[in-house]
């Protein structure tokens, strides 16, 4: 409890160093209009933003950021009772939380509000539930309890269903698993998972199943060559192993594929069996997908916690036995320090950019810059200039309009009064303001088109004037800008019909 009163107490100073993110800023507009879902997923974020901003009259980062600080104790928390579930030891289960929580992707989820951050203390939860079914031989409590913990993980993220994916294959190759079909408590906690769920189905059915069609849209790409596939696999493998940090990242995989072995040389051995079933079909899965498509790195993340519980457990057994390698005392070391530094290094940079040129040269030479999903540190700048702008320039106009989420997500977060903006996402990739438009009933009004980038032809249109302010506004050094931002007067908006 005292290592987790401290590290909240830096997340508490560290996160109003940087400035809010685009994503960041997304999320906290579904809190201003609450759901059971949105556009590509569930609302457990939205409802989190908006419980830890009723304190404050006006959002602001640290009120938005609030939540990631006491979501992130929750999940050390969890994960100490989790892994002292697993393996009985107060010591073991200390460290696993103290290291999966300053891991690279669980110290980011920290102090920052994002998907992530409310997934990880219902997976942690779930996890837990899951070790005392295995422990106590199915008892219908932790049926119960993990139904419970696991809706809440799918309220959190769509693919929190994987984890259903790790039971049911451990129930098929478990000894111990196969008895559990011819009781009941399997059938009636997936009935009340079921059941808790159905608002999302529900919301979805009447929105023309959107989300699935998110999902669908953002995995089915173009056509690939075989060096587009190679590419988006070793994309794949990289990432995983990074995001953990890279040596800390080839323990956990070392222990997986030793675990593996394992488990098939006895399948009695629940503590290896259980966190492989749970961790590999995840890992797998995305492994295959990335064959076909870009896979992000944090999208197995329902794998990660099963996979440190076997890391954990491979390092632990080698130094009671006083071995070496890669499981061996001086490795795992070495690993944790290097993570101490990637996690200085990254709140550094947060807060002065110190990186920010490099990056930014990185962008430019492979024009990355034009790419939405690879904007690298980019997030984070020009958006206080931009707010400025935007509230000099309003002048009577009723509304502002743009063209990309996180443009709309990030004025609707700076400009003073906080107002709500419409986003025009025709032939681009949808988003949640696909639901939320009202752009049919403001014909006849005048707006304040605001965009990263020169006002295409079909934006000029839905205006009967379409006057430029800044074309471009550059923030930044002129031969190595953050940001240009585009600001037009769009005088008598004609309206768009959904």
């Known amino acids: 409890m005292v290592f ?9 100073a560290l996160i109003v160093t940087f400035p809010m993110s685009p994503d960041e800023a997304y999320y906290w507009t579904w809190s201003r209009r609450l759901a059971f879902c ?4 569930p609302g457990m974020i939205a409802w989190v933003d908006r419980l830890f901003g009723l304190p404050f009259q006006t959002a602001t980062v640290f009120s938005v950021r609030l939540a990631a600080v006491a979501a992130s104790a929750l999940t050390s928390w969890l994960l100490y009772r989790t892994y002292l579930e697993y393996r009985g030891s107060k010591g073991e289960a200390a460290l696993f939380a103290i290291v999966f929580s300053i891991l690279p992707f669980s110290w980011l989820a920290g102090i920052m509000i994002v998907h992530d951050t409310v997934l990880l203390p219902w997976l942690a939860a779930s996890f837990w539930a899951i070790v005392r079914l295995v422990k106590r031989n ?9 139904a419970l913990a696991l809706t809440g993980a799918m309220y959190a993220k769509f693919s929190a269903v994987m984890v259903a994916w790790g039971i049911v294959l451990y129930m098929v190759v478990s000894p111990k698993g196969r008895g559990w079909w011819k009781t009941w408590p399997p059938y009636a906690a997936g009935l009340t998972a079921a059941v808790l769920y159905l608002p999302v189905i529900l919301w979805n059915a009447e929105h023309d199943w959107i989300s ?3 999902v669908r849209d953002l995995t089915n790409m173009r056509e690939l060559t075989l060096g587009d596939r190679f590419s988006y696999v070793l994309e794949y493998a990289l990432s995983q192993v990074g995001i953990f940090n890279p040596l800390i990242g080839v323990i956990v995989f070392g222990a ?20 492989v079933c749970l961790a590999a079909a995840v890992f797998a ?6 064959f076909s498509s870009h896979v992000y790195g944090n999208w197995p993340g329902v794998a990660y916690i099963p996979a440190a519980m076997l890391g954990m457990r491979a390092v632990s057994l080698r130094v009671r036995e006083k071995g070496g390698g890669l499981f061996g005392a001086r490795f795992a ?17 947060f807060h002065a950019r110190l990186f920010s040129p490099v990056l930014r040269s990185i962008e430019e030479s492979r024009d990355l810059d034009k790419r939405i999903d690879w904007r690298l540190d980019q997030d984070f700048e020009g958006w206080d200039e931009l707010a400025s702008l935007v509230e000099g320039a309003m002048d009577g106009a009723d509304f502002i309009l743009t063209r990309r989420y996180q443009m709309a997500s990030m004025l609707e977060f700076q400009v003073k009064g906080q107002p709500f903006v419409e986003c025009y996402t025709e032939g681009i990739r949808g988003n949640q303001w696909d639901v939320w438009s009202t752009l049919g009933e403001r014909a006849g009004q005048d707006a304040l088109y605001v965009d990263d980038r020169m006002a295409a032809r079909q934006i000029r249109e839905l205006c009967e004037e379409f006057t430029p302010i800044h074309e ?7 031969t190595m800008p953050a940001k240009r931002f585009y600001i037009y007067r769009c005088s008598g908006f004609k309206g768009v019909e959904k």
């Open 38 to 41: 949105y556009y590509d997923q």
């Open 285 to 290: 899965y995305f492994f295959k997908q990335s």
């Open 138 to 146: 199915g008892k219908a409590f932790d049926w119960f309890a993990l």
């Open 472 to 478: 471009p506004y550059v923030i930044g050094e002129k």
């Open 333 to 349: 070391l070495a690993a944790l320090g290097f993570n101490v530094f990637i996690i200085i290094i990254f709140s550094l940079h």
């Open 4 to 12: 987790i009163a401290g590290l909240s107490a830096l997340r508490l």
């Open 256 to 275: 997986l594929f030793k675990g593996i072995r394992e488990a098939f040389r006895d399948p009695k051995n629940d503590e290896v069996l259980l966190p």
């Open 212 to 214: 699935v069609r998110a």
